[in-house]
């Protein structure tokens, strides 16, 4: 079977592949494995070089690497050299820090000596997604090798090329062979990877259907999980709220990696008293994106990444109309080659909408009216997802009162919802469950050892 490499922006086959067969896949196993024999005796020291060395070579290759992740899933070329430096800078974060995370942990009891240590476990199988095709790796890798881990990528099939540049990388930074490894297959092959005995541990970021599919494989075969799904991230703005800046923000929040990011701000929930004029200004803005050629420096929305997800997204938007929300601007594709739809803003969503209830993976933003923040919340929790949350007001402490009682993993108080080496990344509900980056993130696949001397 093939797997084909095409620009969502002209429908042309860029590269095609064959995809590996499932006697080669278990040959790449065998040798990931033999390579966690040696790589996990190194020290800090020599991981900490490789992983900086990784980093330079990222820093180094920038446009090359950006305009890879451009041609295969279409976003903005600027939002590309963005992606890459962010890879560069958590390569850094755990050069620089995983040793002391991992440093034993003495804890004073009866015994002469006593402490804790964190062993790497193994491979980690990595299933990751198309809309960060070098950040959802580099999160997930460059934790788990300077853990003494080693890693193997099973990528989303329409971003090959990003898959095999990634592996370059660490190649050309010096990690041992196969320390690091691609597998080329389809979906269909996930679950005999799950199975074999030398895969210790998977992660996965994606869809809820995926995510319960891994989970249900790795639970039978008693292997740790790491699943960071969907989400309809909750976008609350008070009445006491900075409206001009919430709505600069907001529609940056929404349009990031065009409107294709788990934690985008989905879901904007306002305050009715001050309803009107932010439903203004928001699709004010909204209009004002420059949407065009992803590869144009000046293109702040690009394409999405296949055109099944157009449709897919466009069904939504009119479902919703069809039950009463009204459409503000956009709600259709563009009349251009490729797979281009303009940026939408919904007004009047109700539960019972598609654009209330469901995760809209595109530049599409539901408008929903609260009638005071105790009800905003209320709407933000009605939900079956808890990713990220941003909640905007100029009473900080009502503020962190108000954080406690949303049901997500972060909440960003007068920000955009974004991740950050240093702060753990994850969610709840529907969303998944574990942490990726911070110190939480590294002690995800490690065995957490006692050790005890009388």
């Excluded at 020599?46 to 950006?66: S, V």
């Excluded at 299933?127 to 790796?137: G, H, K, L, T």
């Excluded at 595109?362 to 009800?375: L, N, Q, W």
Aim: some cysteine; hydrophobic content about 40%; proline content about 4%.
């Amino acid at each position: 079977m093939a797997i084909q490499s095409i620009n969502p922006a002209t429908g042309k086959v860029v590269k095609t592949f064959n995809e590996l067969s499932r006697e080669q896949v278990s040959k790449i196993i065998d040798d990931v494995h033999r390579s966690f024999l040696n790589w996990r005796k190194t020290n800090a020291a020599e991981r900490k070089e490789l992983m900086l060395k990784a980093a330079h070579i990222l820093r180094t290759n920038k446009n090359k690497y950006a305009e890879i992740m451009t041609i295969e899933m279409g976003k903005a070329i600027r939002q590309s050299l963005a992606e890459v430096e962010k890879c560069a800078w958590v390569c850094e974060y755990y050069a620089e820090n995983a040793k002391q995370i991992l440093n034993d942990e003495i804890i004073k009891t009866d015994a002469s000596k006593s402490y804790v240590r964190f062993d790497p476990i193994g491979i980690v199988l990595a299933v990751m997604p198309w809309n960060f095709p070098f950040w959802q790796v580099f999160r997930f890798a460059a934790p788990a090798l300077m853990a003494g881990n080693v890693g193997l990528l099973k990528h989303a099939s329409n971003v090959p090329m990003c898959a095999l540049a990634i592996e370059e990388v660490f190649a050309e930074a010096g990690f041992p062979k196969n320390t690091f490894k691609t597998l080329l297959i389809g979906s269909s092959l996930v679950d005999d990877v799950l199975k074999n005995p030398k895969i210790k541990a998977a992660t996965l970021t994606g869809s809820e259907p995926a995510g319960k599919k891994v989970a249900q494989t790795c639970g039978y075969e008693l292997k740790k999980t790491v699943l960071e799904l969907g989400g309809s991230d909750p976008f609350i703005v008070l009445a006491d709220a900075d409206i001009d800046e919430a709505v600069k923000v907001g529609v940056d929040a929404r349009m990031l990696n065009n409107g294709q990011s788990c934690i985008a701000a989905k879901r904007f929930i306002v305050v009715e008293k001050i309803a009107d004029e932010f439903e203004k200004k928001f699709t004010e803005q909204m209009e004002k994106v420059i949407v065009g050629d992803p590869m144009n420096p000046e293109t702040e929305q690009g394409c999405m990444a296949r055109e099944d997800l157009l449709i897919e997204l466009d069904e939504q938007v009119k479902k919703s109309i069809e039950a009463g929300a009204i459409l503000l601007t956009g709600g259709e594709r563009m009349e251009m080659k490729g797979a281009f739809y303009k940026p939408t803003v919904l007004s009047n969503v109700r539960s019972g909408m598609p654009a209330y209830h469901e995760e809209m993976f595109g530049p599409v933003a539901s408008i929903i009216r609260a009638k005071d923040e105790v009800d905003a919340i209320r709407i933000a929790n009605d939900s079956p997802f808890g990713l990220g949350a941003s909640l905007w007001t100029n009473d900080l402490e009502k503020a962190e009162k108000l954080a406690s009682e949303i049901e997500s993993g972060s909440v960003f108080i007068n920000s955009l919802v974004k991740s950050d080496p240093r702060l753990p990344f994850g969610g709840v509900k529907n969303s998944g469950y574990g942490r990726e980056l911070s110190h939480y993130g590294i002690k995800e696949f490690v065995n957490v050892k006692t050790v005890w001397i009388k």
